[in-house]
T-cell receptor, first 113, second 109 residues
């Protein structure tokens, strides 16, 4: 139980375009979803916390206008990377708190060319 | 502030025992987690400590001392497949899970 489905698994986009990443909780309701970014050989850095029905809260240094988060329902949270640039190329992964701890999506490898 | 420290990399021999240390300072404490992660994949849950002491689960054990802000992950009977990154993470008072930089473990024959 407590599965988060994340799509797409990987995406390649042109510089200047926007990319949307979706995370769906399949068998539970996620009122809160955490979004992380991971650069090669580095750890997971928390970007923001999305809350169903309200605005996301962003960690210091994360541009809220560049990384748009929407959590319109209890089972879906999305992260849109707007006007993507090569430096945004990274592994993005979502996570939800559940009774047994935290469950993670499978991650999205974004490459901006 | 929040700070979680663990060694960047470690090397061990197949069949041996390795201990990965983690020290932390966070705003509030809501448990300490250890995860295993292979490159390009999601982290896999290994252990959770919220009270002081040792938690054992098969070949993996994890220890916590809240007063010292210290934890370790102990891996016994190392196998080649244990080569991975091991992440120490702390749940803070806001419910967020904050990760250390990860320890890249290489298991050699």
């Amino acid at each position: 139980g407590a599965v988060v489905s994340q799509h797409p698994s990987w995406v390649i986009c042109k510089s200047g375009t926007s990319v949307k990443i979706e995370c769906r909780s399949l068998d539970f309701q996620a009122t809160t979803m955490f979004w992380y970014r991971q650069f090669p050989k580095q750890s997971l850095m928390l970007m923001a916390t999305s809350n169903e029905g309200s605005k996301a809260t962003y960690e210091q240094g994360v541009e809220k206008d560049k990384f748009l988060i929407n959590h319109a329902s209890l089972t879906l949270s999305t992260l849109t990377v707007t006007s993507a640039h090569p430096e945004d190329s990274s592994f993005y992964i979502c996570s939800a708190a559940v009774l047994s701890g935290y469950t993670f999506g499978s991650g999205t490898r974004l490459t901006v060319v | 502030g929040q700070n979680i420290d663990q060694p960047t990399e470690m090397t061990a021999t197949e069949g041996a025992i390795v201990q990965i240390n983690c020290t932390y300072q966070t705003s509030g404490f809501n448990g300490l987690f250890w995860y295993q992660q292979h490159a390009g994949e999601a982290p896999t849950f290994l252990s959770y400590n919220v009270l002081d002491g040792l938690e054992e689960k098969g070949r993996f054990s994890s220890f916590l001392s809240r007063s010292k802000g210290y934890s370790y992950l102990l891996l016994k009977e190392l196998q080649m497949k244990d080569s991975a990154s091991y992440l120490c993470a702390v749940g803070n008072q806001g419910g967020k899970l904050i990760f250390g930089q990860g320890t890249e473990l290489s298991v050699k024959p």
